[in-house]
C-alpha cells in the first residue's frame, strides 16, 4: 500500500504492486525513474532496474513465500520449486545467485527456514515435532542439527533465551 501510494503520488498508474514486483502503466522517462527512485528509498525501498538483481530478488522473493507465507509443502524439491517460479535454468540462476549473493540458494533457503523455525518458537504454539513437520524436516534431530549449526544454540537453549535472537528477512 505504502509502494502503491508512492506511485500514485507521482502520478503514475499502477496495474499491480506485488512483493517486490510492481507494474506501471506506459513507459517511465529517467527522470520518471530518478524520481520513484529517491521516492522509494525515504521509505525503505530501492529500484531494481537491471536483469541480474530483478533475478536474484524473484529467488530471494519466491523463498520467502515459500517458507513465510504459504501452505504449500517445504518438502517440495528446491530446484524445482525456484524453475517453476522463475522459469529459467536452475544451474543459471544458482552460479548468478552464488555470484552476485555469495551464498547459495540452498544456505539462503535454510536461512529463511532457520528464522521461521526462530519465529515458531517464540510463539509457543507448536512443538518442535509439529515445528519440523510444517517446515517439511525429516525429524527433530535434523532440525535440531541445522539449527544449532545455524544459530549456535539448541532449539531448547533459544526458547529459553529471553531475548530472541531474530533477523529481519531483509537483513538476511
Do not use: C, W
Not at 89 to 112: A, H, M, P, R, W
Not at 126 to 138: N, P, V
Not at 149 to 171: A, C, M, Q
Amino acid at each position: 500500500m505504502v509502494v502503491k501510494a508512492q506511485l500514485e503520488s507521482k502520478g503514475l498508474r499502477p496495474l499491480s504492486v506485488n512483493l517486490g514486483e510492481i507494474e506501471v502503466e506506459g513507459n517511465l522517462s529517467k527522470a520518471q525513474l530518478l524520481q520513484l527512485d529517491t521516492s522509494l528509498k525515504s521509505i525503505g525501498f530501492e529500484l531494481i532496474d537491471d536483469k541480474k538483481s530483478q533475478t536474484i530478488e524473484k529467488i530471494k522473493n519466491a523463498i520467502v513465500t515459500l517458507v513465510h507465507h504459504s501452505d504449500l509443502e517445504i518438502k517440495t524439491n528446491l530446484s524445482a520449486f525456484i524453475t517453476s517460479q522463475i522459469h529459467q535454468d536452475y544451474n543459471y540462476l544458482s552460479n548468478l545467485f552464488s555470484d552476485v549473493e555469495g551464498t547459495t540458494i540452498e544456505k539462503y533457503f535454510i536461512s529463511q527456514r532457520i528464522e521461521k523455525v526462530k519465529e515458531l518458537i517464540v510463539y509457543n504454539e507448536l512443538t518442535l515435532s509439529e515445528i519440523a513437520d510444517q517446515l517439511g524436516y525429516s525429524s527433530v534431530a535434523y532440525l535440531s542439527n541445522q539449527f544449532k549449526k545455524v544459530t549456535g544454540f539448541t532449539p531448547s537453549h533459544f526458547k529459553s533465551l529471553k531475548e530472541h535472537k531474530r533477523k529481519n528477512i531483509e537483513e538476511l
